[in-house]
């Protein structure tokens, strides 16, 4: 079955420089909703010692005010990222306990008590063209579900190294332009993490249930656990399904990416994003001379597409992503359907990372034809079974032309990922790679080790629902973060950063020499 995958693996163990696979690039970016010491979203400004949340490269804010996101540079192994990512977080609870409000960041994904979506503050960005952009975008976001918006999540970031790419090309024996095989070596990565991904939330979900204040009453197919939280027995991540994050428009208006090649990716989000939509197009882009959304098309931006998994390059300043990729192709993948771990205090941990990057390792050298209408429907199905049905023992999962179980599959592709966790543990001490998977395969043997199951293990046992549980981990999870200090030279330097991103967009504001109106027509002008 893994046939192709198992031979390049053999000609790169072979090249005897097999080593390079190790020299990948890892970042981190981790969104943690402020909550207030009664677990209620903060109603705060994102605070000021942070930084400019506009302009700061490791600290910013995603939708709301309240949604805190920190980011990690590329890093070349997975314990470098989470110790760039703990002394980030770290600096973040130093500057929320000086300031005494007595807030938590909270630990999962799914957020509590919301008391309706004139209760989530939109995040700002200051008076400057950029920074209008960015609140605009968001409030056209609200206008397409203003609650899903504070769902909170883990990305991974991942890219190969130069060396890498050169050896594998050549072992590829595939000529043309270098950057023309890595987008493509990148896109059959995606199309593979596609097919195989419904195997990341079954193993990481940790979103089984959610407080019944997120549905603000509407009906849903959800059981009760209790008054105050509705669940799903064998659910593994309900931010990965219907009432989590979903394009809503594809159903009736056909948005839907092209993973075939950078060109026709690139093309079907233009399409998207130039398609007047008519919901959007009563909503009127400026109301009463406010700006409501960047324009009335099914999607206002590239980026309000989602998906598990994204191709990335390094945008510039003032530079769509589309034209990015366009002009100088894939630089990395962003991986997005991880949750919020709440057994950690970093919400992920070094065991999951070296599984995750060991399996987009697979999904490279993995075979990866283009995905047809029927697997892109196969896909979508098993993404959607594994969320809400992930540990169902009758669970049965679109597997070509026929269906299998969740636990044949996933055992087949964890004894396929063997011989790469091998390959990844030299240089290391131990075993790290081996010794993951390992734990992963328990996992498909036992879904009651799965996060999603020890969260309703725990609620369980304590007779508590959802909330009660979210809280207690996050008071735990603030407990341990006050017994962990930074270093002085280390805390300075965040602050140097907060400081130098505050002027940073006070300059950008007082350089200004064009109208809101004007810099957007440009923006969304820009020629591929």
């Not at 980026?303 to 366009?326: H, W």
């Not at 979508?380 to 540990?391: F, K, M, Q, Y």
Request: hydrophobic share 35%; charged share 25%.
């Amino acid at each position: 079955m893994y046939r192709i995958a198992e031979q390049r693996l053999s000609r790169l163990i072979n090249s005897g420089q097999a080593g390079l696979l190790a020299d990948g690039r890892i970042g981190l970016e981790k969104e943690s909703l402020r909550v207030t010491p009664e677990g209620q979203l903060s109603q705060r400004p994102h605070p000021e010692a942070l930084g400019s949340p506009l302009t700061h490269p490791h600290i910013t804010t995603d939708y709301s005010e309240a949604l805190a996101e920190l980011i990690t540079p590329p890093l070349g192994d997975a314990s470098q990222a989470l110790a760039a990512l703990r002394d980030t977080q770290c600096f973040v609870y130093d500057v929320l306990e000086r300031e005494g409000a007595g807030e938590l960041l909270w630990a999962t994904s799914m957020p509590c008590v919301v008391a309706g979506e004139t209760s989530i503050p939109i995040a700002q960005y200051g008076s400057s063209n950029a920074g209008m952009m960015k609140t605009v975008y968001r409030r056209g976001l609200g206008h397409r579900g203003r609650v899903m918006q504070v769902i909170a999540g883990v990305h991974f970031n991942y890219s190969f190294s130069d060396d890498f790419w050169s050896l594998y090309q050549e072992l590829e024996q595939r000529q043309g332009g270098r950057q023309d095989f890595i987008s493509a070596s990148y896109f059959g990565l995606i199309r593979n993490l596609q097919r195989f991904g419904w195997l990341v939330p079954y193993l990481f979900g940790a979103s089984p249930a959610v407080c019944k204040s997120f549905l603000g009453g509407k009906p849903t197919p959800l059981e009760s656990f209790d008054a105050v939280t509705y669940f799903q027995p064998f659910a593994t991540s309900l931010r990965m399904g219907d009432i989590g994050y979903q394009n809503n428009q594809e159903a009736t208006v056909g948005v839907k990416a092209n993973y075939d090649n950078v060109d026709r990716y690139v093309a079907s989000l233009v399409a998207a994003t130039s398609t007047p939509c008519a919901k959007y197009q009563q909503l009127g882009v400026v109301v009463d001379g406010q700006y409501q959304q960047l324009n009335a098309n099914i999607l206002q931006i590239e980026n309000e597409y989602y998906s598990t998994i994204r191709p990335k390059q390094i945008v510039g300043s003032f530079e769509m992503p589309a034209r990015a990729l366009k002009r100088r192709g894939v630089r990395y993948v962003e991986l997005r359907s991880i949750d919020v771990n709440a057994f950690d205090p970093l919400g992920i941990n070094e065991e999951q990372l070296r599984f995750l990057e060991a399996f987009l390792v697979f999904c490279l050298l993995h075979d990866s034809p283009p995905i047809s209408a029927t697997e892109r429907d196969h896909i979508d199905r098993n993404e959607l079974a594994s969320a809400h049905r992930g540990r169902d023992p009758k669970l049965r999962l679109y597997r070509n032309d026929a269906k299998a179980p969740l636990t044949v599959w996933g055992r087949d592709i964890i004894d396929a990922m063997a011989g790469i966790c091998e390959l990844l543990d030299t240089g290391h001490e131990g075993r790290p790679y081996s010794e993951s998977l390992a734990a992963q395969a328990e996992k498909i043997r036992d879904p009651d080790r799965t996060p999603s199951a020890r969260m309703l293990a725990k609620m369980r046992v304590a007779g508590e629902g959802f909330f009660d549980f979210a809280m207690r981990k996050s008071q735990q999870h603030q407990a341990d973060f006050k017994d962990l200090k930074l270093e002085v030279a280390r805390r300075e330097q965040f602050e140097q950063e907060a400081r130098q991103s505050w002027l940073q967009q006070r300059d950008m504001e007082a350089a200004e020499h064009e109208s809101f109106e004007q810099y957007l027509q440009r923006y969304l002008a820009q020629t591929l």
